[in-house]
């Protein structure tokens, strides 16, 4: 993958210091236009921790200016997120309480319009979204599992040993969406539709690597995960429901119907084994498990605000 284009001056200047090597123009550098440069820098900037880029060499995955202008977007992008987010629940029976905070969430329902009237071309936006993160599906995940107990640990493995294939490759959920798009004529390269992702997708992609790269921040990882987990099996059955209306070829059904079932066991293998147990061993997770919820919930509902607004739902 080629690094993406800026999206206002702070992004470009840290664009053009990541392909040309040369960080020392990043020192005092200002702050971001707006959210757009902000988030499309951090993410670039978290992509060095991930995949990497073409254009870029390896050499700057760790490079110190780097790292502080990082280390700012993230630091402004968490008070942002914390300023919104409600106060936790009070304590009680953590995995029957965690259930009902999702339940009685009520966000804007992207995927019923999906399902029933969304046209083709509004079914292939959303699969190119989708396509930043699910290419890399889990892989944020996997940054929790050195910091972790042996009984968490044991219990994050497990699930993402489904994630990546249980040992085979043709079933990792990446793979499975890959080839989705691929048979529905889109490019199920990593990152080709970076230019077109709006800034709640960057959003999205951003907690998710934040969360996950910050130990102090594993609960809140963990928290995403039990609410993505558990906000992941109806809507698959939805979004597989409007492929299928819509004539999409099997292998793009396929890694929704695939997830139906799996995040059925999934949520109850993150909110139980993992969020619950965790919690069991260190109560002082409960806040965070909590703020990681609410942000899963919080950025889903904020991409799905912003679709239906432009498809005029
Ligand atoms: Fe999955
Ligand atoms: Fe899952």
């Given at each position: 993958m080629e690094?993406p284009?800026?999206r206002?001056s702070?992004?470009e ?8 090597g040369?960080t ?6 200002d702050g971001a236009d707006d959210s757009?440069?902000?988030q499309?820098?951090l993410w670039?900037l978290?992509e060095?921790h991930h995949g ?5 060499t390896?050499?700057?995955?760790w490079?110190?200016?780097l790292?502080?202008v ?7 992008f968490?008070q942002?997120l914390?300023g919104?987010?409600p ?8 995995a ?7 339940a009685?969430h ?9 399902e029933?009237s969304?046209?083709r071309?509004?079914m ?6 989708k ?10 995940t996997t940054w929790t ?7 968490i640990k044991a219990a994050?493995v497990?699930?993402?040993?489904d994630?990546?294939?249980?040992g085979?490759?043709?079933?990792l959920?990446?793979?499975l969406?890959a080839?989705?798009?691929?048979a529905?004529g889109?490019s199920?390269?990593?990152?080709a ?10 959003e999205q992609?951003?907690v998710m ?7 102090r921040l594993?609960?809140?990882s963990?928290g ?7 906000t992941?099996?109806a ?5 597989a429901?409007?492929l299928e ?5 099997t ?5 929704y119907?695939e997830?139906?079932e799996?995040d059925?066991?999934h949520?109850?293998?993150a909110v139980?084994n ?16 909590y703020?990681?919820?609410?942000a899963?919930l919080?950025?889903?509902d904020?991409?799905a ?5 432009e498809w005029?739902v």
């Amino acid at each position: 993958m080629e690094t993406p284009t800026a999206r206002g001056s702070l992004s470009e200047t840290v664009l053009v210091a990541m392909r040309s090597g040369d960080t020392s123009q990043l020192v005092g550098v200002d702050g971001a236009d707006d959210s757009d440069d902000a988030q499309i820098a951090l993410w670039a900037l978290f992509e060095l921790h991930h995949g990497g880029f073409d254009d870029v060499t390896d050499e700057l995955e760790w490079d110190p200016q780097l790292l502080i202008v990082r280390r700012r977007l993230e630091q402004e992008f968490e008070q942002e997120l914390r300023g919104r987010a409600p106060e936790s629940p009070e304590r009680g029976d953590f995995a029957e309480d965690f259930f009902a905070y999702i339940a009685g969430h009520d966000g804007p329902s992207l995927t019923l319009h999906l399902e029933r009237s969304a046209t083709r071309e509004q079914m292939r936006q959303f699969l190119q979204h989708k396509s930043i993160y699910t290419l890399k599906e889990s892989d944020h995940t996997t940054w929790t599992i050195p910091r972790l107990p042996h009984s968490i640990k044991a219990a994050v493995v497990e699930l993402q040993y489904d994630e990546y294939g249980a040992g085979d490759p043709s079933r990792l959920h990446a793979h499975l969406y890959a080839r989705g798009l691929a048979a529905s004529g889109l490019s199920a390269e990593y990152g080709a539709y970076i230019d077109q992702a709006p800034l709640e997708v960057l959003e999205q992609n951003n907690v998710m690597s934040m969360f996950g790269l910050n130990r102090r921040l594993v609960g809140a990882s963990l928290g995403f995960l039990g609410a993505f987990e558990a906000t992941s099996s109806a809507p698959s059955r939805r979004i597989a429901g409007g492929l299928e209306r819509l004539g999409f070829p099997t292998e793009m059904t396929e890694y929704y119907t695939e997830h139906v079932e799996a995040d059925s066991i999934h949520e109850q293998l993150a909110v139980r084994n993992i969020c619950g147990a965790l919690i069991d061993l260190d109560p002082s997770q409960y806040e965070n498990i909590y703020f990681g919820a609410w942000a899963c919930l919080h950025v889903d509902d904020r991409y799905a605000e912003r679709m239906l607004k432009e498809w005029g739902v």
